[in-house]
């Protein structure tokens, strides 16, 4: 899963950003969605917007967070000309995306990419669990998604993850991943209430209306 919605320029630094009200029913959704499922482990970045998001799907469990599956690491945008941070924003996840692209001015996907699938293949090879939870970020699941998909050091922006967006994927011991479901809403599995926006676009437009 991608964390439910939050609030990025309230004045709460990225790291400690809690869901809002929407995104708190976005999780609820998700949780009535899942219910049943065998959840095994349910593994978070640590990041409270996961850590919150895990607890409403997955009341019963507990959450053992893996730093290395933070999100990606953005700069420090406050200084740079509005119109160079919409490029940014706007084209940050944009097809094939190349692995020395920073992240507005921070990490780069290359190395966004190489500790999420040096992660994710560490809980592979725990053998125990079957069936996992994991509560993440919009680019580590692009990552992730990358990696499932072409087994190779890629990063394909255009996989939409949309807040408390569910995938479902497979892997067997051999190897072998099958994506099975990619940015499900189980609050708007159509997606008829979406504005059309990416998430992306959406982080502009919250960061327009935040500036004085």
Request: aromatic share 6%.
């Amino acid at each position: 899963m991608r964390h439910a919605e939050v609030r990025y320029f309230e004045g709460v630094h990225p790291e400690r950003v809690v869901l809002t009200e929407r995104g708190r029913e976005q999780a609820g959704a998700a949780a009535a969605e899942l219910d049943g499922i065998p959840f095994d482990r349910v593994f978070t970045s640590g990041l409270e917007r996961t850590l919150e998001t895990a607890r409403i799907v997955a009341p019963a469990m507990k959450q053992e967070s893996r730093h290395a599956l933070r999100e990606i690491e953005s700069g420090d945008i406050r200084e740079v000309p509005p119109d160079e941070v919409q490029a940014m924003m706007t084209a940050a996840f944009r097809g094939v995306v190349p692995l020395e692209t920073r992240f507005l001015g921070g990490e780069t996907i290359g190395a966004l990419v190489d500790r999420v699938r040096s992660e994710i293949d560490a809980v592979l090879a725990d053998p125990d669990w079957d069936v996992a939870l994991l509560v993440l970020h919009g680019a580590v699941n692009r990552a992730l998604l990358s990696y499932a998909l072409t087994g190779e050091r890629i990063f394909l922006g255009g996989w939409e993850q949309a807040p408390g967006c569910i995938n479902v994927l497979d892997v067997g011991t051999d190897g072998r991943w099958i994506v099975r479901a990619v940015n499900h809403l189980a609050y708007d599995p159509a997606h008829a209430d979406a504005a059309r926006l990416t998430t992306m676009e959406q982080l502009w437009q919250e960061y327009l209306a935040s500036r004085p």
